[in-house]
């Protein structure tokens, strides 16, 4: 895992084996994330930028801080890019 940046405009880079992404856009979907595609990526979405939604304060989302911001997660298939 790499995360470079400042809250809130970090981003995440979760590095793994093929495959890793299996799976994600089910578990999204079901937490809200939209899904598009950019210059063919999937890539999923929450949140407004630069909004913050203090209902999503303090979820235990691996990707999210707790900061409830936006999210925008790029999906390849043996890395995550989390951008806020």
Avoid: C, H, W
Avoid at 32 to 43: A, D, H, I, M, T
């Amino acid at each position: 895992m790499l995360t470079f940046g400042e809250q809130p405009r970090d981003t995440t880079v979760l590095f793994g084996v093929p495959g890793l992404s299996d799976g994600v856009q089910p578990s999204l979907a079901a937490r809200g994330f939209s899904r598009s595609e950019v210059e063919g990526l999937p890539v999923f979405a929450t949140g407004d930028d630069y909004r913050i939604d203090l209902g999503k304060m303090g979820n235990a989302d691996p990707f999210g801080s707790d900061m409830a911001g936006a999210q925008r997660i790029a999906r390849l298939d043996s890395l995550l890019v989390r951008m806020a």
